[in-house]
């Protein structure tokens, strides 16, 4: 019977995508009703109909499958779905997930160039075109989620990276809250991270960023560049020990089987945004604008509250490898901030260089440390 099922998945599946219904077909494949060609035929009916409506297309291009939000809380299909309902059906959304139009930079170029109209980055992908933004891998500047929600959406971030970024062609729809970074250690490796002591020796893989790699040298570890596409093997072969993305991310990209710890230690967050190309977003007359932005908004709350149970089901995931999880007591996060925390004068260069002035970093911090209207669950 699941043979079966899987049969006319890949049947109805592969049928869409060769007629270059894709939307249609990552739509029904979410929903989890490949199978059946009821669910198909209607899904594709209604695809077909709304794209036909409209009056603009727009383009979403991701690194992740549909699939991933279980886990990794990207909230693509909600997104699309929104924006459809908000602007009233004046426009369609075509989705390009998986990585199909590139990932990363690549995705910032197009939205950027207007090839498409918006993608979902890292907000490290983002820094080179607003430096400040690069402020968020300072260690403990906004490291637990509620930090980094607490500042993206003060005052202080809206009027001071806002303007930099609109500059360079982009509007920020809204950022994507996933969890902040981990320690997690392979298998064969150090065994469990529970000070900063307990890196001593550890190669610890970084990805190109500078502040990442003063963080890990600072807290004892030995700092190991590897490019994310060789991080798994590094990791299998002990030529990285040990390497700090979201328990999500370390779901969705298959680390499950090689890794034996992980500890929250909330130093930086993994997070990300979806930017849209601002000269078209312009070019929209202000009710389908304001449908966008309310659309964008209603998503935002909806990714805070899927935050905990997508973290849930990742750790659930790792625990059947046998992955334990170590969460940290006030004392001992402390002691991680006391030692590699942004408070220390090695970063004060950082601050001055990204946010403009320790004036201007200090408004930042305190917008962090000020709680808005939000709450999400930490770690």
Not at 148 to 161: C, G, I, M, P, R
Request: glycine residues 8%; charged residues 20%; aromatic residues 8%.
């Amino acid at each position: 019977m699941v043979d079966n099922l899987k049969s006319a998945a890949r049947r109805n599946f592969l049928k869409l995508t060769g007629t270059g219904a894709f939307t249609t077909a990552m739509v029904v494949g979410g929903a989890g009703a490949l199978w059946s060609s009821e669910a198909v035929a209607q899904t594709a009916k209604e695809e077909k109909e709304r794209e036909a409506a409209a009056d603009h297309i727009m383009t979403i291009g991701t690194a992740y499958v549909l699939g991933a939000t279980r886990s990794y809380p990207i909230m693509q299909l909600d997104l699309k779905e929104n924006i459809q309902n908000a602007t009233n059906g004046k426009v369609y959304v075509k989705l390009a997930p998986g990585g199909q139009l590139g990932a990363g930079g690549a995705l910032v170029q197009k939205v950027q160039g207007g090839t498409i109209q918006a993608a979902q980055h890292s907000l490290s992908n983002f820094a080179p075109f607003s430096p400040t933004i690069d402020l968020i891998n300072m260690p403990y500047f906004c490291g637990s989620n509620q930090r980094f929600v607490n500042l993206v959406h003060s005052k202080a971030w809206q009027d001071e990276v806002h303007p930099k970024v609109e500059a360079k062609g982009f509007k920020p729809l809204f950022y994507v809250v996933i969890d902040p970074r981990v320690v997690a250690v392979r298998k064969g490796g150090a065994g469990a991270v529970i000070s900063p002591s307990d890196l001593e020796g550890v190669k610890f893989r970084v990805p190109g960023s500078k502040m990442l790699q003063q963080y890990y040298r600072m807290v004892g570890a030995n700092p190991t560049p590897v490019a994310w596409g060789e991080t798994p093997s590094a990791i299998k072969q002990g030529v990285a020990d040990a390497l700090d993305p979201s328990v999500g991310a370390l779901h969705v990209f298959g680390f499950k089987d090689i890794l034996s710890h992980v500890t929250f230690t909330q130093a930086v967050p993994d997070s990300q945004v979806y930017s849209c190309n601002l000269e078209w977003f312009n070019s929209l007359p202000a009710d389908v604008q304001e449908g966008i932005e309310i659309a964008s908004a209603i998503t935002a709350q909806q990714n805070l509250a899927k935050v905990p149970s997508a973290r849930n089901y990742a750790m659930a995931e790792l625990r059947k490898s046998g992955v334990e999880f170590h969460s940290l007591s006030d004392d001992q996060l402390a002691e991680w901030q006391d030692a590699g925390g942004h408070q220390n004068s090695e970063w004060d260069s950082f601050k001055v260089e990204l946010a403009g002035s320790m004036g201007k970093f200090d408004e930042l911090n305190e917008a962090a440390s000020t709680r808005g209207q939000f709450y999400v669950h930490d770690a």
